[in-house]
């Protein structure tokens, strides 16, 4: 059929053509590029807000770092000022003159009296003294002291501990820093002004702030402790303050160690307008994967998604109904699927055939199996015959006794053979309908059928031959035991109780009788206990668990198997 579709092109060509098209590779460059614009930029904003930051507390910095390098000048020199006091406020007001934007040089005792000073005042700060208790090492600290609310005019008190040959402490060095100006200018036209600034030290204390002092913690970042932004890097970060508000904050070091700067600004300063260039630039590489997303789309579907699903169709209906269609559907598809539409339909007739020629044999061999069946069950059926005419001409009660037995035993399995060629299926039976028709043959071949009542109470129970016919010959053993230890009621009956059911996948057989008051062996043969030895022999085939005897007043005999759910391999014996 395939030689009949001149001038097909193949599937495969079609769509790497299309999609050739799309995917090339301006795409993946633009998007490459667009990806290290947007990081750079994002960099240099950055960069930006840390180097505004940065120039806002470039004074502070100045300030601090000369009056740090005039401290540890002092601290060198500590041991013979502190012996002098003259000498000591002569040195420290020369350093004062001599010092921009330096005064009041302080020696200030352990108990926070000014040993001398600069201005030759001795005072008392009691706010230096708890300085001693926190920080007993050799570290400066820096205090920030607002001096003029209105002009945002800030001085800087920086101490130093200083300590003896012994290393004991005698005190710190102290001095103040004017002018100290953290007013906050602007950068450029295309950079926003922050918020306001706030600094603090090593420990995460507030030293100085551009907000109104009950402002300063509800712009502060929530959640986040200003100690833990100390002693790292410069940094920019995204946060919430305390009010919900998003801002973007710069962290940059004033003086490492000591003190710390921290910048809020809008949510937006790290986004604007060169980011809409960059929106623009990211617009090609984006349009062209919608493209080829749609041209691929449009491709697949026109060339193969609709082919496939009509052969999909065909194989469902095929499936559900073992039908075709009378000729093929997918004429206008591509070389590649009108020969798996063509393929299909050859493995489709293909199937139809060796069904119904599987379905033939199967008819063929069940017809046999039940000939089989038939044929054993009559054979068995003559055999009981034979020997119902042997049993009139016996007059031994012996023999008669165990040719009654044998011809019970044949009958159970005659009565198998029955169910087999009578079942719709082949290979199982109902093992209840044989147990209850076995149990009222054998009721019946007592003679006492009226005074013997048979009570079964069963369930239905599908079983393979194998374990069908040890079960109907156990069947037999047991009801005959039961008849024969039975006692009669006041009534002369004898009941047997005959159950049968399943629950899961494992069966259950009781057959039970009034018993007798000792159980004796009525047989007269020559093998006494032939029945018991068949019963054990019979659970074992089934492969199950067995109860017999006398239990009080009754005779009992119970018998749980599992139900084999395939056939035992066959067995050559």
């Known amino acids: 059929m395939l030689a009949d579709m001149p001038g097909r092109r193949s599937l495969t060509v079609q769509i790497l053509f299309l999609l050739s098209l799309a995917l090339l590779p301006l795409g993946a460059i633009a998007a490459w590029q667009t990806q290290r614009i947007s990081v750079q930029a994002e960099s240099q904003l950055q960069t930006a807000l840390l180097l505004q930051t940065e120039r806002t507390t470039g004074k502070t910095r100045y300030v601090a770092e000369r009056g740090l390098g005039a401290l540890r000048a002092l601290q060198a020199m500590s041991g013979p000022l ?224 609709r082919h496939v699903r009509v052969l999909s169709r065909q194989m469902r209906t095929f499936a559900r109904t073992r039908r075709l269609i009378a000729r093929p559907v997918l004429g206008g598809a591509a070389f590649e699927l009108a020969a798996i539409e063509t393929d299909f339909r050859n493995m489709a007739e293909s199937i139809l055939q060796d069904e119904a020629q599987l379905e033939d044999n199967l008819r063929e061999k069940n017809i046999l199996l039940k000939e089989v069946h038939h044929r054993v069950k009559n054979n068995l059926q003559l055999i009981t015959s034979i020997m119902n005419m042997q049993l009139r001409r016996v007059n031994g009660d012996e023999a008669r006794i165990i040719l009654q037995r044998l011809h019970e035993r044949i009958m159970g399995i005659a009565l198998v053979h029955r169910a087999l060629y009578q079942s719709p299926e082949i290979n199982k039976i109902d093992a209840a309908a044989v147990v209850v028709s076995l149990g009222s043959k054998i009721v019946d071949a007592t003679g006492r059928a009226g005074r013997v009542k048979l009570r079964p109470k069963v369930e239905p129970v599908e079983l393979f031959p194998e374990q069908a016919v040890p079960l109907a010959l156990l069947v037999t053993e047991a009801l005959t035991n039961a008849i024969e230890h039975a006692a009669p009621d006041e009534h002369g009956e004898i009941e047997i109780r005959l159950d049968f059911s399943a629950e899961g996948r494992h069966a259950t057989l009781l057959i039970e009788s009034a018993a007798e008051a000792v159980v004796e062996n009525k047989s007269t043969g020559t093998e006494p206990g032939l029945g018991h030895q068949l019963i054990r022999a019979f659970e074992t085939q089934l492969g199950g668990s067995l109860s017999m005897g006398q239990l009080d007043d009754r005779y009992h005999v119970q018998i749980k198997f599992p139900i084999r759910t395939q056939h035992s391999d066959p067995r050559d014996y």
């Not at 002291?145 to 200083?162: F, G």
């Not at 090593?202 to 200003?226: K, M, R, Y």
């Not at 490492?256 to 929106?279: K, V």
Request: some cysteine; aromatic content about 8%; charged content about 20%.
């Open 82 to 305: 502190f012996d002098d006091v003259g000498l000591c406020s002569e040195i420290l007001a020369d350093f004062a003159l001599a010092s921009d934007n330096l005064d009041a040089f302080r020696f200030i005792g352990i108990d926070g009296a000014t040993i001398c000073s600069s201005d030759a005042q001795v005072r008392w700060l009691e706010a230096v003294l708890p300085t001693f208790i926190a920080a007993p090492d050799d570290e400066p600290r820096l205090r920030i002291v607002r001096t003029d609310p209105e002009a945002d005019r800030y001085t800087l008190s920086m101490t130093q501990p200083v300590y003896d040959d012994d290393g004991a402490l005698r005190g710190q060095i102290s001095v103040m820093i004017r002018d100290a100006d953290l007013s906050v200018p602007s950068i450029g036209p295309t950079t926003k002004e922050p918020y306001g600034l706030v600094t603090f030290d090593a420990d995460g204390q507030i030293l100085t702030t551009t907000f109104d002092e009950d402002e300063t913690a509800a712009n502060l970042p929530a959640g986040l402790d200003l100690q833990l932004l100390a002693g790292e890097p410069a940094r920019v970060f995204h946060a919430d303050t305390q009010t919900g508000l998003n801002r973007a904050f710069a962290v940059v070091p004033i003086m490492p160690g000591m003190a710390y700067a921290m910048a809020s600004w809008p949510p937006d300063a790290l986004f604007d307008d060169r980011f809409d260039h960059l929106a623009a630039d990211a617009l090609l590489p984006m349009l062209m994967w919608v493209a080829t997303l749609l041209v691929a789309f449009i491709a697949l579907e026109r060339l193969v998604l």
